[in-house]
């Protein structure tokens, strides 16, 4: 099993930039992951997600050419570089992992997520 742990959540105006980091351990090296986020009164939608090896990334059609997804260091972090954030990105970010070469609509490891919220 794997355990994810989210950071880098935070409040930020319009226009600017955050960057979301989870931690999932050495065992995420065989794991697709990736984010998915909910806002208040909305469903949970995804985000971006990248393959197992990394060579392959995909993007929701809302943040496409604005977030950036990406393994660290010996695959152990997936990060999510967020720039020119809009209000309407606001939510609850959750990472996520599945034992597939790439992540499915309904992961089987989820971390506990972490609050984005952009003011206007």
């Known amino acids: 099993q794997v355990q994810l742990v989210e950071s880098g959540g935070g409040l930020v105006q319009a226009g600017g930039s955050l960057r979301l980091s989870c931690a999932s351990g050495r065992s995420s090296s065989i794991y697709a992951m990736g984010w998915f986020r909910q806002a208040p009164g909305k469903e949970r939608e995804f985000v971006a997600s990248?393959?197992?090896?990394?060579?392959?990334?995909f993007y929701a059609d809302a943040i496409k050419g604005r977030f950036t997804i990406s393994r660290g260091v010996g695959m152990n972090t997936v990060s999510l570089q967020m720039n020119s954030l809009k209000p309407e990105d606001s939510a609850v970010y959750y990472c996520?992992?599945?034992?597939?070469?790439?992540?499915?609509?309904?992961?089987?490891?989820w971390g506990q997520g972490t609050q984005v919220t952009v003011s206007s």
């Open positions: 990248i393959s197992r090896g990394g060579a392959s990334t």
């Open positions: 996520a992992a599945d034992s597939s070469h790439v992540l499915a609509d309904s992961p089987r490891f």
